[in-house]
């Protein structure tokens, strides 16, 4: 069965530096990637998302993401975080055994902004 | 589009008392999603439906849980004889499907606390 890991609970980072959340899983087949944010009392909204061809994704809010089949990684990125990016982080895969989109969520990463 | 829209968003129930959500997906969307979140989680797949068929259901989902989606529209979420266990949040989500990538939308969720 497909897994996916986020190494770190918690991450710190000063307002306008960069950022990378690391996201590792495991599946059989090529993945579907995908990454969601989620604010205190918001659902989760996605982030961008991974199928096929180009390894560099954009999403939304200046955040991209990078494919490597090579270290079964997919680990988020923005060049300059400001504070309104403080929420937590969640990576998921497509579920590989069923026709319906199900995904298996990784345990998050909660970033926190300092002034 | 009003987005899928859960209900209530708190709930505070006795051990042993029956709780039942509501959740209102984007009026398109055929697909109809349940998942869980407890606290430090990421959320866990419970249970699907396309259109008005429960198409699959984790082995989260109790006997005591029951959901249904009874015209293809809205769904409902009960939990029968609560136990202090079934504290989390539960997330609703809806897609569209048909579309190579298909894309979930989450609502905010209800947070059930169980005395």
């Known amino acids: 069965a497909q897994s996916v890991t986020q190494p770190d609970i918690h991450i710190t980072v000063s307002e306008g530096a960069s950022l990378e959340l690391r996201c590792n899983y495991s599946y059989g087949a090529t993945p579907y990637l995908f990454w969601y944010v989620q604010s205190p009392g918001q659902g989760l909204q996605l982030l961008l998302k991974?199928?096929?061809?180009?390894?560099l994704v954009q999403g939304i809010k200046g955040f991209e993401a990078e494919f490597k089949r090579s270290q079964s990684s997919f680990n988020l990125r923005k060049p300059s975080v400001h504070w309104s990016d403080a929420a937590e982080y969640f990576c998921?895969?497509?579920?590989?055994?069923?026709?319906?989109?199900?995904?298996?969520f990784g345990g998050g990463t909660r970033l926190m902004v300092k002034p | 589009d009003t987005g899928v829209s859960q209900n209530p968003r708190h709930k505070i129930t006795k051990r042993g008392q029956n709780v039942t959500f509501r959740c209102d997906p984007i009026?398109?969307?055929?697909?109809l999603y349940w998942y869980r979140q407890t606290l430090g989680q990421g959320p866990e797949f419970l249970t699907y439906f396309q259109n008005e068929a429960q198409l699959e259901k984790s082995r989260l989902l109790s006997d005591r849980f029951s959901a249904e989606r009874p015209k293809g529209s809205f769904s409902t979420l009960e939990i029968q004889r609560t136990e202090q266990g079934d504290s989390a949040m539960y997330l609703c989500?809806?897609?569209?499907?048909?579309?190579?990538?298909?894309?979930?939308?989450f609502g905010s969720g209800t947070q059930l606390s169980v005395l």
């Open positions: 009026s398109e969307h055929n697909r």
């Open positions: 991974y199928f096929s061809g180009d390894t």
């Open positions: 998921a895969v497509r579920d590989e055994n069923n026709a319906g989109n199900m995904l298996t």
């Open positions: 989500a809806s897609s569209q499907q048909g579309l190579r990538i298909e894309k979930l939308f």
